[in-house]
């Protein structure tokens, strides 16, 4: 049957009604409609936790490549909208009170939620033509739901479809016929279709042996309008889609709305970012010495690794094998537990979100608990300190929130101790940002040139990243710059890792001269009371196609 991929109450019955696909313990139901049919919020965490039946084993691929380019095309849409042409800008409004925790809020539009690239998968439907060519006309009756190419976007782009239902399919599109209004306008009517098609910057149409070939469609739009179109140009929504090319690289198409964004002629795109800062701020707040320990280690100790992932090491230690033979699933799946504790994820929670039964996951928290016994006692301190100052919890420069929460009903208290934990590491991390922010801010205003012209500017703070335009022969002095900023933002306990991209058509990747091979633009700066920061004495240029915002 047809499902419609936007419609999450239709996925979910096609998921776990249609395809009898068994509910996920401790999964419960988004909606109970009056007859006892229960709708399900099925995202792409639980998409990943489910076994579809071998015959539709793609089709969970397919609803979360829908999801994302549905998301992306929307994001596209709504910047679109805001670009001031005359400078090619788009301009967003900040606020400074849109969250509880204290970190920027972006909207009109909002650019803090511009998706990194991602890969779909880029599949061929057979067209109408196909299927009358190949005698299936018992599928091409009067009504049967089709996309057809509009003729507005022609290739390389391609990509435009208007859906409709089938009327007729007739004869040689070559022949003279009225085409639709469009055609009218231009003052080709009586003209053949094929040959408007041609003009329209659609090949093959101009040759025609092949264009006799191609039969006419007439298709009726959801107006109610009818317009005529070449058979090759219509698919039916319902025919059976393959995978184009040959091999796995082939069958991919990359979307990257962040590519949509560049520098200015003459500038680059700078991004420095905090690797790892709320498990850091984690580490500082519940002084565990092992877990310190693991995050002060320097990037020397670890030969032949790009960064120094404290997920790696955590899952390496753990499951006894070497650090390059850990693999994304299990780095990831250490990831979530450690975020799992500063969301105040419980067991049943955490074992959704990692893809495994509940009593592997309560394994997994009670090890985390006994290799860094001071979290837990700190998460304890946390509830008993917001609960006993009044229901507010202090960020680590003071900035309290409160929670009305503490004072309520069981269900309100047990949320309200899940946000005191929480904020006190994004709270702080987002005190951390400004204060860096602020800092780098300040610098730049001193080194404005004789017409007043900073040698940077900050664009956008993402998060726990800063997005910089720079001069082009600034760019050492602004990493620079930037980086002591940021690590000197707040004292911790615990490094704070940078991590840093400069991005420019060609891309290209800042390296100081002399380290090793591989190495990706962070800096540490030790605790000493100096703040002293190591700072390369040369750098060199390379290129580098392998850049990403996160």
Not at 25 to 42: C, M, S
Not at 114 to 137: K, M, Q, W, Y
Not at 170 to 190: E, L, M, Q, Y
Request: charged share 25%.
């Amino acid at each position: 049957r047809y499902v419609a991929l936007g419609n999450a109450e239709d996925v979910s019955k096609a998921i776990f009604d249609d395809l009898a696909v068994p509910v996920p313990e401790g999964l419960r139901p988004r909606k109970v409609k009056k007859n006892g049919h229960k709708i399900y919020a099925v995202d792409q965490k639980i998409l990943m936790q489910l076994e579809p039946p071998e015959r539709c084993r793609d089709l969970f691929d397919w609803i979360i490549e829908h999801r994302r380019l549905s998301h992306a095309l929307s994001k596209y849409a709504i910047i679109d909208r805001h670009v001031i042409h005359d400078g090619l800008r788009v301009h967003t409004v900040f606020s400074q009170t849109g969250t509880a925790t204290g970190r920027l809020k972006s909207t009109d539009p909002n650019l803090l939620t511009v998706e990194n690239a991602f890969e779909i998968a880029d599949v061929c439907r057979p067209s109408v033509a196909t299927d009358f060519h190949g005698g299936h006309l018992n599928l091409l009756q009067e009504g049967t739901d089709v996309f057809a190419s509009l003729i507005t976007a022609p290739p390389p782009a391609h990509r435009a479809l208007v859906e409709g239902r089938l009327v007729s399919v007739s004869g040689s599109f070559t022949a003279a016929d009225d085409i639709h209004p469009a055609a009218i306008a231009a003052g080709v009517k009586g003209r053949p279709l094929a040959e408007y098609w041609s003009t329209s910057g659609w090949p093959g149409y101009d040759n025609a042996v092949q264009a006799r070939r191609v039969p006419q469609c007439t298709v009726q739009l959801a107006t109610g309008q009818e317009l005529v179109f070449p058979a090759d140009q219509v698919f039916r929504q319902s025919a059976a889609v393959t995978l184009t090319g040959v091999d796995a690289d082939a069958r991919k198409r990359i979307i990257a709305l962040r590519d949509a964004f560049v520098a200015p002629k003459g500038r680059l795109l700078l991004s420095v970012d905090y690797c790892q800062l709320e498990a850091r701020l984690l580490a500082h707040f519940c002084g565990d010495p092992r877990l310190i320990a693991l995050f002060n280690q320097p990037v020397a100790e670890h030969p032949g690794e790009p960064t120094y992932d404290i997920f790696i090491h955590i899952a390496s230690t753990w499951l006894s094998k070497p650090l390059s033979q850990v693999t994304d699933v299990e780095r990831n799946g250490i990831k979530q537990l450690v975020y799992g504790v500063i969301y105040g994820m419980g067991a049943r929670s955490l074992s959704r979100e990692m893809g495994v039964t509940l009593a592997e996951g309560e394994a997994l928290m009670n090890k985390f608990d006994n290799e860094f016994p001071r979290v837990r006692e700190w998460t304890r301190s946390v509830i008993q300190d917001a609960t006993r100052e009044g229901a507010s919890v202090p960020s680590i420069l003071g900035r309290p929130r409160h929670l009305a929460g503490l004072g309520g009903s069981p269900q309100e208290r047990a949320r309200a101790q899940r946000q005191a934990v929480n904020t006190t590491c994004q709270a702080s991390a987002a005190d951390i940002m400004k204060a860096a922010t602020l800092k780098v801010a300040a610098r730049l205003m001193t080194m404005r040139d004789e017409n007043g012209r900073p040698p940077a500017e900050i664009l956008l703070q993402i998060h726990d990243e800063l997005l910089l335009e720079v001069d082009e022969d600034r760019v050492e002095d602004i990493v620079d710059i930037v980086v002591e900023a940021m690590v000197k933002a707040v004292p911790l306990t615990v490094k704070l890792q940078e991590y840093w991209e400069c991005d420019l058509l060609p891309m290209i990747e800042i390296v100081p001269a002399g380290l090793r091979e591989g190495w990706n633009g962070e800096l540490y700066a030790d605790r000493d009371p100096s703040w002293q920061i190591e700072e390369p004495d040369s750098f060199t240029i390379r290129p580098n196609t392998n850049i990403d915002w996160a």
